[in-house]
């Protein structure tokens, strides 16, 4: 099993972006791609369905869903959710990025 956090407010945002999309009840979908300036980037979806191939739990009242393949690059992940002056938006802390670039949206492992 993969252990990913949500904090309460990246949670409790999720929630909100669910509901104004009308997918009250989907699940949270994290996963890695190729791309960005470091080599991987994160991605994040709601998904009404799950195909089986993932690790699927709830925290919290939000079901969280990670595909087999990106699981060992997001173990330990933390999903938080910041706003203010400086930041605001969805911030990623991974344990496994060897280097990360500025925007904080790309990595490498």
């Given at each position: 099993m993969v252990a990913v956090e949500v904090t309460p407010v990246a949670r409790d945002?999720?929630?909100k972006i669910m509901e104004k999309?009308?997918?009250?009840g989907a699940a949270l979908r994290l996963y890695v791609q190729g791309g960005?300036?470091?080599?991987?980037?994160?991605g994040m979806t709601f998904d009404q369905k799950q195909s089986?191939?993932?690790?699927a739990y709830e925290q919290s009242g939000l079901t969280v869903v990670?595909?087999?393949a990106s699981?060992?690059?997001l173990e330990g992940l933390r999903v938080?959710?910041?706003l203010g002056l400086e930041q605001s938006g969805f911030k990623i802390h991974n344990p496994n990025a060897k280097?990360?670039?500025?925007?904080?949206?790309?990595f490498s492992a």
């Open positions: 945002q999720v929630l999309q009308g997918k009250p960005g300036c470091s080599g991987l980037t994160y089986g191939d993932e690790v990670v595909d087999k699981a060992p690059l938080d959710y910041l280097a990360t670039c500025s925007c904080g949206k790309s």
